[in-house]
């Protein structure tokens, strides 16, 4: 097989954590860091420097706002994130069809 498919996945959203992370935000319009961080099973540290990397890739926004009793962060999927993740998501499907239709001999 041609590894070129695998070679061009996106590296920032390919890791397992960011992967996660952007899995998570494309099915809701936004989480709250406390909500994904519970969802994932991620700690503060492991959450924060994820999400920091997507932050400077454009693939995530955050916004901080103060709630009832202490300020709260909204992380949602931005737009270039969802087309990311969506390029993403079609490059994996490529890989596979050509697994279907060319699958390796034992």
């Known amino acids: 097989m041609n590894p070129e498919p ?3 996945l996106d590296r920032v959203i390919h890791e397992k954590a ?3 992370i952007v899995s998570a935000l494309s099915a809701a319009p936004s989480l709250s860091y406390t909500d994904l961080r519970n969802l994932l099973g991620m700690t503060d540290g492991n959450l924060t ?3 920091r990397i997507l932050q400077e890739a454009g693939l995530v926004s955050l916004s901080k706002s103060t709630g ?9 999927l931005s ?6 993740f969506t390029e993403y998501l079609g490059q994996l ?14």
């Open 6 to 8: 695998v070679l061009q």
């Open 18 to 20: 960011r992967l996660a």
């Open 49 to 51: 420097s994820h999400l």
């Open 68 to 76: 009832e009793a202490r300020p709260q962060t909204q992380c949602v």
């Open 79 to 84: 737009d270039a994130g969802r087309s990311a």
């Open 93 to 106: 499907e490529q890989i596979v069809s050509r697994f279907r239709k060319n699958p390796p001999s034992p």
